[in-house]
């Protein structure tokens, strides 16, 4: 059974590289320097460009809903959406992610579905790793998989370019249950309104 899909996307018309470039005020995410530090699971989403990415998540959010709405096509108005994407930057010499893991085991329902979005080109140890298998991909590529069941992570990156990659979840709605647990990366409960949102 493969781990993952892989869709396509133009990125002419749905730029999302150009807008994250845009709110991490750089010209090159590839560029981006090496870490001075490995990240942890407690320090993955606190670096300037994690904060730069969120503050102005509202200049990419109607981007967002588009990617998301072309990727659903038809079976959009049947799930609900990660309201704000996981933005990753995986520096040189550092780990996107901090601990290798399970989705499920923070929470998360084990039927959701998610999309890994890499806005640079990601390969060797930069990239996104799914049950011990690195998956190679292109900017207008999106890797589907059952990350709540799947052991993702990632390694560190001794390539000579920075990774960077937006992720978000979908939930059938029909699986939806109100939960006050509270996500990782930004301590909001999987409620709607809060973590989902319709697409």
Do not use: C
Request: net charge negative; charged share 25%.
């Amino acid at each position: 059974m493969a781990k993952y899909t892989r869709l396509r996307y133009d990125v002419t018309r749905i730029p999302l590289a150009d807008l994250v470039r845009e709110v991490l005020k750089v010209d090159d995410l590839e560029g981006l320097a090496a870490s001075e530090r490995l990240a942890t699971r407690e320090t993955d989403q606190s670096t300037p460009y994690h904060k730069q990415f969120y503050d102005n998540f509202d200049i990419v959010s109607p981007v967002y809903r588009t990617l998301a709405r072309h990727l659903l096509g038809d079976t959009a108005d049947d799930v609900y959406l990660q309201r704000v994407p996981t933005f990753r930057v995986h520096l040189r010499n550092s780990v996107a992610v901090g601990s290798w893991h399970r989705d499920r085991d923070f929470g998360h329902d084990p039927a959701e579905v998610n999309y890994w979005v890499p806005v640079t080109r990601a390969f060797g140890n930069n990239t996104l790793w799914i049950d011990n298998e690195p998956v190679h991909a292109e900017y207008g590529e999106v890797i589907v998989f059952d990350g709540a069941n799947s052991w993702h992570g990632n390694v560190v990156n001794d390539t000579e370019i920075s990774r960077v990659s937006i992720d978000f979840r979908t939930l059938p709605r029909s699986a939806y249950q109100p939960n006050d647990k509270k996500s990782v990366s930004f301590g909001l409960p999987f409620l709607l309104g809060q973590y989902w949102d319709v697409v």
